[in-house]
DNA sequence: CTGTATCCCAGGTGATACTG
DNA sequence: CAGTATCACCTGGGATACAG
């Protein structure tokens, strides 16, 4: 986990904090970095956190789903449940009626992937405005 | 997700749906939404959280950045490193001197930023082989 | 060394129509 | 109702050249 391994100690040193060993230069960055990436694109996607995020509590069909979050198309919506459905983030429950009744749940992978994410929702909720505000300082000095 | 050159930063664009209530229309979700949309757009690309890891440690200039950050280009680099500054997540200090010379260092709120963003990481680490053998299993049954 | 501008392509996303 | 396929668009992002 984390941040502790390949870090360059702050300025001074100059020209190639890594590059004299010959394999595996700079350690394991790469793979750090990797599963950030990893992680962001499963994640980071315009809707997968929304669909976690509403499934939360409790299964949903899909027309509820899509009803919930707001913007999100039908095709959008079915390609981010086949995602999350083939990483294990949430199961699909099809009702052989008619008309047919599919039912989505969060699994347990799911909703452990939903601590962290609140984690980063709650710092977006607090820090929105200086967000904003930075941006707003940024582009009227920029005139 | 968003980071275009000098896009005019659209934030409430998300309506539509509920055009009917008078007073608090589609209840808090629509806000939660926006906002979850809001902090991924901005640290959700693809080099941003990289660059933030980057700097937890200590500031870096330009180049150290680029030789980190395995695979980054000249031009996302720039571009990222504006957007944060911008954002307020970063600051840019340069140095009037032949050949120029700036350092880039996190701020606090972007060292804020680096802990929600942790758990996310410690997550992705701990979890990256239940997702692949999830998908792995999900591919293999779709024969 | 640092930053900007241009060209260009792959991929994500919406609209729409069709099937079960 | 749920899912798939097709098309068309737009944006992210790499390569490159140029400027300060």
């Known amino acids: 986990m984390t941040i502790t391994d390949a870090a360059p100690a702050r300025l001074g040193d100059d020209v ?7 394999v595996d230069p700079c350690g394991s960055e790469s793979s750090e970095a990797r599963i950030i990436r990893d992680v962001l694109s499963r994640v980071g996607d315009k809707w997968s956190l929304l669909v976690i995020r509403m499934l939360h509590n409790g299964p949903l069909r899909f027309t509820q789903l899509q009803r919930s979050i ?3 198309s039908h095709r959008m919506l079915t390609q981010t449940l086949r995602n999350l459905e083939r990483d294990g983030l949430v199961s699909r429950t099809s ?3 008619i008309p047919p009744r599919v039912e989505y749940a969060a699994t347990d992978l ?3 992937l ?3 994410v609140l984690g980063l929702v709650e710092w977006a909720s607090g820090n929105h405005a200086s967000i904003t ?3 707003d ?3 009227a000095a920029r005139d």
Chains 1, 2 share one sequence.
């Open 16 to 22: 190639g904090a890594c590059s004299s060993a010959p």
């Open 70 to 72: 707001d913007g999100i």
């Open 95 to 97: 009702y052989p009626e």
């Open 110 to 112: 799911g909703r452990s």
């Open 114 to 116: 939903a601590l962290p």
């Open 133 to 135: 505000d930075a941006r």
């Open 137 to 139: 300082a940024f582009d």
